[in-house]
C-alpha cells in the first residue's frame, strides 16, 4: 500500500493506493479541514496526520483549531483499509502542531509544534501512544529543541522520520553574519 495526499478546490484528503492491484481508495476526507502529513503506524494499525480548519462555522475540535488559515491540529485514528475513517473517530493527540511521525516501535508520536512559524520549526513535541487503548498517554513534552538550526516544515517532502535508535530531518541555518563599516 502506498498512502497519497491529494489535492482539490474544495478539501484534502488521504487516500490509498493498493499498489498490487492500482485500486485507490480514500481514508481521510473532510469538507471542513485540510488534512496533510499522514503516517501509518509501525504496526499499520494507526494513522497519524493534522488537520487545519478550513471553515470556522463547523467544528470537529474548535478548541484545537483556530479557524480558517488557523494552526493545525495532530490527529491519530485506527487505520480502516476501505473505509472512509468518519471525523467522529478522530483522536485529538495536540493543537498548534503538525507534521506528525511515529517513533520505530510506535509507542511515541513525534509532531513539529508551529512555533517559531509555521514554515520554520526549532523543536520536536511527543506524546506516548497506547496502541492497545488507542489513546496518546500522559502528557506532551519536548524531545528535541534547536538552537540555532531550524526544520523547514514549508519545504514539501521534509517530514521528519524517527528510526529505532534517531530522528532524521532535513535541517536548515538560516543564521546570518553582521558586518559593520564606518560611513563617511
Known amino acids: 500500500f502506498l498512502l497519497i495526499e491529494r489535492y482539490g478546490s474544495r478539501l484534502n484528503s488521504i487516500a490509498i493506493l493498493d499498489t ?12 471542513e479541514h485540510s ?26 475540535s474548535s478548541a484545537l483549531t483556530s479557524g480558517p488559515g488557523g494552526r493545525p491540529a495532530v490527529f491519530v485514528a485506527r487505520l480502516r483499509v476501505g473505509d472512509v475513517i468518519p471525523q467522529a473517530d478522530w483522536i485529538a493527540v ?7 511521525f511515529w517513533s520505530g516501535d510506535g509507542s511515541v508520536l513525534y509532531y513539529l509544534p508551529t512555533v517559531p ?27 528535541l529543541a534547536l538552537t540555532e538550526m531550524i526544520v523547514p516544515a514549508a519545504m514539501v517532502g521534509t517530514a521528519p522520520v524517527a528510526t529505532p535508535d534517531r530522528l532524521v530531518f532535513v535541517l536548515g541555518d538560516f543564521r546570518g553574519d ?5 560611513v563617511r
Open 20 to 31: 498490487a492491484e492500482g485500486a485507490q481508495h480514500e481514508l481521510l476526507s473532510s469538507a
Open 35 to 60: 488534512i496533510s502529513n499522514a503516517r501509518v503506524s509501525p504496526d499499520g494499525q494507526w494513522i497519524a496526520f493534522d488537520a487545519t480548519a478550513r471553515n470556522v462555522n463547523r467544528s470537529l
Open 94 to 100: 495536540d493543537r498548534s502542531a503538525s507534521h506528525p
Open 117 to 143: 512559524s509555521s514554515e520554520l520549526r526549532n523543536m520536536v513535541r511527543a506524546r506516548r501512544f497506547d496502541s492497545r487503548a488507542g489513546l496518546p498517554s500522559g502528557e506532551p513534552f519536548t524531545a
Open 178 to 182: 553582521v558586518w559593520m563599516m564606518q
